[in-house]
């Protein structure tokens, strides 16, 4: 890894990045509970609201568009889609502050791990839409093998992270929080490279057996996607519950005019919006 890498902190490398995670789209059947859930657990603010949408996110930048559709069939993980929306918090005192108050009201989560590169928490919205909570790691303290940044799943030390809140209360999500990545389920990995490395140029940063992790500009990786549970997965029937579409930003209009489109298809159908930082 390059000194000017080692050099940045794990926010300038993402947000600096040719493309970046803008927002993420959920088609959901119940607005009113999902809105709600984003804002009492994750702490989300509501931007803008009305009767068939909601906006959420940190200060006046919108990380989460909700669109209502009570008519559409729920999804399932066996499809292409969501795997998780990851929101990426400032600091890991924010996530230990983060975690004691899911610890405080009750919030049923799923797991926790290390990925050496970040720590992070997994849950489920009321509509079993997948998220993560994490923060990073410094750059200094990430592995690189055979061109591949490393990665794990290992058990977390939750003891030591509610520890580095110091007893601070959650006050919700900090301001410079924003989605560090999205892992998406598809149904052919091969397929899937041709389409986010070769269309948009991501880097290939890592991969383990059924997925594979993409990277723009020297982060670990800002999208991932695996065939774990969907392997084989066509496009996705609407009107369906779930991933909507994923907003890249991308940092100068090179990429947007070589696609000749400002929102295109991945091969299951996710729309993949792009607009200029």
Known sequence: MTAAVLDRDTKSLSRS????????SLTVRDLAKVAAFYREA??????????????????????????????????????AGLFHTA??????????????????????????????????????DPEDNGIEVYADRA???????????EMSTAPLDLDSLVAAGDGKAWTGMPAASFIGHVHLQVGD????????????????????P?????????????????????????????????????ELVAASPAIRDRLGAAEIRDPWGTAIGLSLA
């Open 42 to 79: 994750l702490g989300l603010a509501q931007i803008a609201a009305s009767e068939t949408s909601a906006q959420l996110g940190v200060g006046d930048e919108v990380l989460l568009h909700l669109i209502a559709d009570p008519a559409a069939r729920p999804g399932s993980r066996r499809e």
């Open 189 to 208: 990995l091969a397929e899937a490279e041709r389409f986010y490395a070769g269309l948009f140029g991501f880097d290939v940063t890592y991969r383990v």
């Open 210 to 246: 059924g997925a594979t992790f993409y990277s723009s500009g020297g982060y670990h990786h800002h999208l991932a996607t695996n065939v774990w549970s969907s392997r084989g997965a066509g496009i996705r029937q609407e009107p369906v519950t779930g991933l909507r579409a994923v």
């Open 139 to 149: 750059i200094a303290e990430w592995r690189r093998s055979d061109g591949m940044i």
């Open 17 to 24: 990045a040719p493309l970046r995670i803008g927002s993420v």
């Open 87 to 124: 929101f990426l918090l400032p600091s890991r005192a924010d996530l230990g502050r983060w975690l004691a108050h899911t610890a405080r009201t009750g919030l049923a989560l799923l797991g926790a791990s290390d990925h050496i590169v970040s720590e992070a928490v997994y849950l489920n």
